[in-house]
C-alpha cells in the first residue's frame, strides 16, 4: 500500500494502533492513497475507538474516562466560546490525556 506523511498529532496513537492492528508500515497520506479507506476518515470517537481494537478493554476498565471524553462531537468545534464551562472543558481534555497514554 503506497503512503505518505504522517498523520496529525493529535490524531497519532489512535492511527498507530490502528497500524499495529492491520500491519500497515504507515496510515495512507494523500487523498488518493486514502481513497480505498474512506470508512476510517471520521472524527466519530465510538468509531476510531472500535478500529483500535481496544473497545472492550477501554470501555470495561476506563468507562469514566471514556464517558467524559465521547460527549465530544465533531459539530463542537463551532460552539460559541463560553458554551462548556472551563471545569468541564479542563475534565475532557484530562480525561482524553489518559486514555491516549493507556492506548
Same mark, same amino acid.
Given at each position: 500500500?503506497?503512503?505518505?506523511?504522517?498523520?496529525?498529532?493529535?490524531?497519532?496513537? %489512535?492511527?498507530?494502533?490502528?497500524?499495529?492492528?492491520?500491519?500497515?508500515?504507515? +496510515?495512507?497520506?494523500?487523498?488518493?492513497? +486514502?481513497?480505498?479507506?474512506?470508512? +476510517?476518515?471520521?472524527?466519530?470517537?465510538?468509531?476510531?475507538?472500535?478500529?483500535?481494537?481496544?473497545? %472492550?478493554?477501554?470501555?470495561?476498565?476506563?468507562?469514566?474516562?471514556?464517558?467524559?471524553? %465521547?460527549?465530544?462531537?465533531?459539530?463542537?468545534?463551532?460552539?460559541?466560546?463560553?458554551?462548556?464551562?472551563?471545569?468541564?472543558?479542563?475534565?475532557?481534555?484530562?480525561?482524553?490525556?489518559?486514555?491516549?497514554?493507556?492506548?
Amino acid at each position: 500500500m503506497p503512503v505518505s506523511r504522517t498523520p496529525r498529532r493529535s490524531s497519532r496513537p %489512535a492511527v498507530a494502533r490502528i497500524c499495529r492492528i492491520l500491519n500497515w508500515t504507515e +496510515f495512507p497520506g494523500t487523498g488518493s492513497e +486514502f481513497q480505498a479507506y474512506r470508512s +476510517f476518515q471520521t472524527h466519530e470517537l465510538d468509531v476510531l475507538l472500535r478500529l483500535s481494537g481496544q473497545e %472492550a478493554r477501554i470501555k470495561q476498565n476506563h468507562f469514566p474516562l471514556w464517558n467524559a471524553v %465521547a460527549i465530544w462531537k465533531v459539530e463542537s468545534r463551532y460552539n460559541v466560546v463560553g458554551t462548556v464551562q472551563q471545569p468541564d472543558a479542563t475534565a475532557m481534555i484530562q480525561a482524553a490525556e489518559e486514555l491516549v497514554a493507556i492506548l
